[in-house]
């Protein structure tokens, strides 16, 4: 059974920095793609930032040159660096697994606010 406890949230002035990060375990980390999504008050989740399994990142428009994704396949943990936090990045800020054909899970969420 898959699982995935994202930890880094808080709260943090606008121009300040966050690291989340997101722990799996009951998968083979190395083969999955990681996301990062966030949902804000009102709005739908929108995709923050992917890495596929061979390290190949990609952002969304928002968040380019501001965010980092990373992996760590041996501690099986994906990293999320954010600097020059704005407030429009307050959003609950969810990590998700996927394995085409065997999984596609999503963890619990962790509170990101950005105060101006």
């Known amino acids: 059974q898959v699982q995935l406890v994202e930890s880094g949230g808080g709260l943090v002035q606008a121009g300040g920095s966050l690291r989340l990060s997101c722990a799996a375990s009951g998968m083979i980390f190395s083969f999955s793609f990681m996301y990062w999504y966030r949902q804000a008050p009102g709005k739908q989740r929108e995709l923050v930032a992917s890495?596929?399994?061979?390290?190949?990142?990609s952002y969304a428009d928002s968040v380019k040159g501001r965010f980092t994704i990373s992996r760590d396949n041996a501690e099986k943990t994906v990293y999320l660096q954010m600097n020059s936090l704005k407030p429009e990045d307050t959003a609950v800020y969810y990590c998700?697994?996927?394995?085409?054909?065997?999984?596609?899970?999503w963890g619990q969420g962790t509170q990101v606010t950005v105060s101006s």
């Open positions: 998700n697994a996927n394995r085409p054909g065997y999984y596609n899970s």
């Open positions: 890495i596929a399994s061979g390290g190949t990142t």
